[in-house]
Each structure stands twice: as structure tokens, then as C-alpha cells.
């Protein structure tokens, strides 16, 4: 990495699946410069959603209701 690039980004996050989100969002949140890379163009069809349980949805500071289809 460049020492223009280590000097723009406190944190780095290797992949934008539940966990990487969500330690973006909350570094984010506190106010630190998040770079997430993910290998996979997004938004992308998962089946699984990743393996998420609805009662863990509700733990999150934000709605998935919009992501959702029946």
C-alpha cells in the first residue's frame, strides 16, 4: 500500500459480507475512514443471505425491510 493510501484510511476491511457491513458501518459511525473491498460486484443475489436469523436482524441500528422479497 502507498503511504498516500495507509494515510487516508484508519481501517481497512477485507470483504463486504455480514461481518465486514457491519464493521464498517459502526467504524463508520465512530467517525473513522473505512475502506471496504469486496472481490464481487454489489448488490448481488445471495440465497442465503448470508445466513442472517430474522432475530439478528433486529440487533442492527437500520432496516433490512427494503431487501426483501417474497
Do not use: H
Not at 484510511?9 to 475502506?35: H, K, Q, R
Amino acid at each position: 500500500m502507498s503511504e498516500a493510501a495507509s494515510s487516508i484510511y484508519d481501517v481497512i476491511i477485507a470483504g463486504a459480507g455480514p461481518a465486514g457491513s457491519i464493521a464498517a458501518f459502526a467504524l463508520g459511525e465512530a467517525g473513522w475512514n473505512v475502506l471496504v473491498l469486496e472481490k464481487e460486484n454489489l448488490p448481488r443475489y445471495k440465497a442465503c443471505g448470508g445466513g442472517i436469523s430474522g432475530r439478528l436482524l433486529e440487533e442492527f441500528p437500520f432496516s433490512f425491510g427494503n431487501l426483501f422479497r417474497s
